[in-house]
C-alpha cells in the first residue's frame, strides 16, 4: 500500500482537496476531525488538556476558544498541546493505516496540516502539497467567522512557508485557479500512483513514478 501525505497551509485549499479525493475513490485520515475527536466529551486528550490548562474544558469537552486564547502568541504553552496532542493523533494515523492494509487498499491518504512540521512525512510514501497564492490564500482565510489578521499571522507563524512546502513535495496541486483544474491534477496524480501500487507485489520505484508527472 502507497500512503500519500496530503498538506498545505491555511487557506490552500486542502478541505476541497480532501473532498476530490474521496471522490476518486482514496480512504481519507482527517487529522483535524481526529484531534477534534480527541478533544470532545469522552476523547482522550481531555484530562490532559484541562490539567495542562485549567479551565478551558466546559461540560466535559474542549473548548477550542478557549484554548486558542490560551495558546495565541504563546510558544510554550503551544509546546505543551503538541505535546499532548501529536503522539495521540500519531498513533489514530498508525491505527487507520492498518486498518486499510488489512483492507487491502492500494493507496491511503493521510491528511496533516503540519504534515512536515510534525515529521508526519516519515509515515508517507509520496507527499501531495496544495497550494494556492499568497493573495488567493488571504482571501479565503479573512473570510472565515471569526477570523483576524492576529490569528492568521499566528497560524502563519506555526506552519512552514508554502514555498518550502512546495519544494519538499513530490507534487504540487494548484488550487488558485478553478475546481475542476484542480481535480484534474489530483485524478493525473491518482492515476500515476494508482499504477504503481497495481496488484499484491511492490509497486514501482516512487522516483520513476514521480518522473512521469511534469
Known sequence: MLVIGLTGSIGMG???????LRRLGLP????????????????????????????????GAVDRRRLGDRVLGDPAALRRLEAIIHPLARAGARRFLAKQA?????????????????G???????????SAPAATQRLRVLGRPGMTEA???????????????????????????DKAHSLNQLRRIVTLLRAGAQGAGRPRPLREIIGRYG
Open 14 to 20: 486542502k478541505s476541497t482537496a480532501v473532498a476530490m
Open 28 to 59: 481519507v485520515h482527517d487529522a483535524d476531525a481526529a484531534v477534534h475527536a480527541l478533544m470532545a466529551k469522552g476523547g482522550a486528550a481531555v484530562a490532559a488538556v484541562e490539567a495542562a490548562f485549567p479551565g478551558v474544558v466546559v461540560d
Open 102 to 118: 488489512r483492507l487491502r487498499r492500494p493507496l491511503a491518504v493521510l491528511d496533516i496540516p503540519l504534515l512536515f512540521e510534525t
Open 120 to 130: 508526519g512525512e516519515a509515515l508517507c510514501d509520496v507527499v501531495i502539497v496544495v
Open 151 to 177: 490569528r492568521l499571522q499566528a497560524v502563519l507563524d506555526r506552519q512552514m512557508p508554502d514555498a518550502e512546502k512546495r519544494r519538499r513535495a513530490d507534487f504540487v496541486v494548484q488550487t488558485g485557479l
